[in-house]
């Protein structure tokens, strides 16, 4: 099988993928979104129960906190993507007993404990 190459010199078997990655639109899209989520401030307790969609993010932070339990075991690795502000999250790897965590986000600040 040929192996294609893009400019950084990774192997990429998509055809233009590295052009998609350089791409002058892209990037202002990604920092458009990365700014979105970097401007945004730690909310407090009392703040975010007064949210319009507090039952929304009740819910899905239900769900996430199932889906962990359900599909992930003791000892696990995990590479979570997108993972933002990691605190509430990480509760619930660390109940899931992961052995080890990756979190990766494109927005500032989202590592901040
Ligand atoms: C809706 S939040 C979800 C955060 C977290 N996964 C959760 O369930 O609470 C979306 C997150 O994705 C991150 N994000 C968006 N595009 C990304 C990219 N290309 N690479 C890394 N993180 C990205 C944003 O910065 C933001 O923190």
Same mark, same amino acid.
């Given at each position: 099988m040929k192996r294609k190459f893009g400019r950084d010199g990774?192997? !990429?078997g998509v055809p233009g993928a590295s052009q998609f990655l350089?791409?002058? !639109?892209?990037?202002i899209f990604v920092r458009? =979104?990365?700014d979105h989520y970097s401007a945004r401030s730690n909310q407090t307790l009392e703040e975010r129960e007064a949210s319009p969609i507090i039952h929304l993010k009740k819910l899905n932070n239900w769900i996430k906190s199932v889906s962990i339990q359900l599909y992930t075991h003791q000892g696990d690795s995990v590479l979570d993507p997108?993972?933002?502000k990691i605190v509430g999250d990480l509760i619930k790897w660390d109940k899931a007993? =992961? *052995?080890y965590y990756v979190g990766i986000d494109i927005a500032e *600040? !989202?590592?901040k404990l």
């Open positions: 990774l192997s !990429s350089e791409d002058e !639109s892209t990037k458009k =979104v990365a997108t993972c933002g007993k =992961v *052995g *600040g !989202s590592f």
